[in-house]
């Protein structure tokens, strides 16, 4: 059996903690605007943004 690596494992942590953050509960909770756009527009795509974020730099730190 192969062993999952350490960037592996961080990068499937990285997707375990942004898909609650995705679900229908979390994505009904923002109403309104911000800064002129549905909030829940907003709110989707920060954290689909963020969670990208974090995993290109959990892949970049490989090496170190």
């Known amino acids: 059996m192969k062993r999952s690596g350490p960037i592996r ?4 942590a ?3 903690a942004a898909l609650p953050l995705l679900t ?3 994505l009904g909770l923002p109403q ?3 800064f ?3 909030a ?4 989707l795509l920060g954290v689909w943004g963020g969670a990208i974020a974090l995993a290109a ?3 970049e730190r490989q090496g170190r």
């Open 14 to 16: 990285v997707a375990l």
């Open 57 to 59: 730099w959990v892949a």
């Open 24 to 26: 229908f509960p979390m």
């Open 32 to 34: 309104g605007e911000w």
């Open 36 to 38: 002129g756009f549905p």
């Open 9 to 12: 494992q961080r990068l499937t």
């Open 40 to 43: 829940g527009l907003v709110y």
